[in-house]
């Protein structure tokens, strides 16, 4: 598999290794769909167990971790997204569950995805901080402005 798409997504894939019996693919943004996809329907790889952010603060690091049930291996994606307005292609037409996912890692990184269903809204994409919160508090560059009112926004601990 991993010659597979070493050929298949030359352009595409950037790595990909065998780790302890199961692989480690960096995909470039445009090409994480297509990889995905070919994971799931050629790999078997058909749950998808983690999808996550990180911020590096030089660029964010999208982290998808892929589990084959029938072959009982793990494939982990990462794609590597500049902070300039970081843009990554959504999962959800290939895993509808990485919705939620996908809502969370706007709310505390800002990345969006294009393809999303509920589109570019900002206040229908939150999905854990109100509506009116300024700015994603997991970016290493986020500076609360303090509300001073228990009920709204960050507040300043002991």
Known sequence: MIQELRNRFADQVLSVEDVDGGLRVESTPSGLSDVCRYLRDEGQFDYPADLTAYDTGEQFVLWLRLYSVSLNVS??????????KPVAPSLTSIWP???????????????????????????????????????HPF????????????????????
Request: glycine share 10%.
């Open 75 to 84: 494939a982990i994606v990462t794609v590597s997204l500049m902070r300039e």
């Open 97 to 135: 569950g990485t919705n939620w996912h996908e809502r969370e890692i706007f709310d505390l990184y800002g990345i969006r995805f294009t393809g999303h269903p509920d589109g570019d809204d900002s206040e229908v994409l939150r999905i854990l901080l109100p509506e009116d919160w300024e700015g």
């Open 139 to 158: 970016r290493k560059d986020y500076e609360p402005v303090f509300s001073g009112d228990p009920l709204h926004g960050p507040q300043e601990t002991n």
